[in-house]
Every structure is written in C-alpha cells, then in structure tokens.
C-alpha cells in the first residue's frame, strides 16, 4: 500500500509539473484545467496554484474555498500571502482584492496592513485609515505602523500649525503603540518623530 500512495505522490507531481509547463508556454486555460483536476482530488499544491489563479480573475469566492483547501492539505500558506504575490506579478487589483476578502472573511489584521499600506500609497487615505484603525486598535504592530506613516504624510500635506501639531501628535501615538505591539520598522518612525 505504501507503494501505491508513493506512486500517486509521483504521479501528482508530474501533472503538476506539466500543469506548470503549460502555463509557462502560455495554455493557461489548460493549466487551469489540470490544477483543477488536480486539486478537487486532493493535491495541495494544485489547490495553492488554484488560489493565485482565481484571485488573479478576481473570482474571491472561489479562491478562497481553494485557499481553505490547500491548507487542509498541508500547504503552509498565510492568509495575506496570495495577495503579496498578486501583489509582487503586478496585478495590484487582485491583490488588494484579496486583502479585503481575507480581511473580512478571517479578520486577518496583516491583510489590513497590506490593504492600508496599498491605499496609502495611492494617495486613499482615509479609506486605508478605515480598513487600518480595527487591527491598531486590537494592537496589531504593522496596522499602527501604516497608521503612523499615514498621519506623518496627512502632517506634511497639512496648511495649518493646528492641523500640523493634531497629525504629528496621532502619529507618534501610533508609532509608540506599534513599537509597544513589537514592530521593528515602526521604531525608525519613532525615532524620526522624536526628532
């Protein structure tokens, strides 16, 4: 019997590895095909390549019932991270699609982190605050770093002392909580706060 679960194991890997040499080649469609094939017979890593592949299609729903899938498979695949590698093959779109369905499905706070950062950086801040401020709250160190940064650049946009001295003063707090939640990067803030 060992024998024949080492012959699946062997098998599965060799469709996947065609699977990958068809979308390499450009057959997406037939990639898709055989992942899936793969997948809805118990292959984890064909479940993980069904998730990127949904979610680049912005089909959330189902990507992530094949995310749930590969990871009761084994695969060690954290909640945000499908949208980091959207994120990294530039389908920004899908990836921060992903950050909000993995925030509101799990209450994932590092997907919060990378949604707000996304925002931020497209110069949406007040939705990035809105999709931040629950996991700072709840002492999450990267969502209070985001927040910080936020307030620094509301500071420097800011015309007024008044609404200077309020940003400045919002982003030491939460640059002081998410080095308090033990955030490495958010002591740099700090210190160019403290200046």
């Known amino acids: 019997m060992k024998w024949l679960r080492k012959r699946q194991g062997q098998r599965e890997h060799d469709l996947n590895e065609n699977a990958k040499e068809m979308f390499s080649r450009g057959d997406r469609d037939g990639a898709l095909r055989l992942w899936r094939e793969l997948a809805t017979t118990g292959d984890g890593a064909a479940a993980a390549n069904m998730v990127i592949e949904c979610a680049a299609d912005e089909l959330y729903d189902e990507a992530f019932a094949w995310w749930g899938k590969a990871v009761e498979r084994g695969m060690d695949i954290p909640v945000h991270e499908p949208g980091v590698r959207l994120r990294t093959m530039q389908r920004r779109p899908a990836a921060e699609g992903w950050w909000r369905k993995a925030a509101e499905a799990r209450n994932d706070d590092t997907s919060r982190e990378y949604l707000g950062a996304a925002l931020r950086e497209q110069g ?50 939460w640059a002081q909580r998410a080095v308090v939640a033990g955030d490495a990067r958010a002591r740099v803030l700090l210190l160019r706060l403290d200046r």
Do not use: F, I, V
């Open 124 to 173: 949406r801040s007040d939705e990035a605050e809105e999709w931040l401020k629950p996991g700072a709250e709840r002492g999450h160190g990267g969502c209070a770093r985001e927040l910080a940064t936020l307030y620094m650049r509301r500071k420097e946009e800011a015309t007024g002392d008044q609404a200077k001295r309020d940003h400045a003063a919002r982003a030491l707090n």
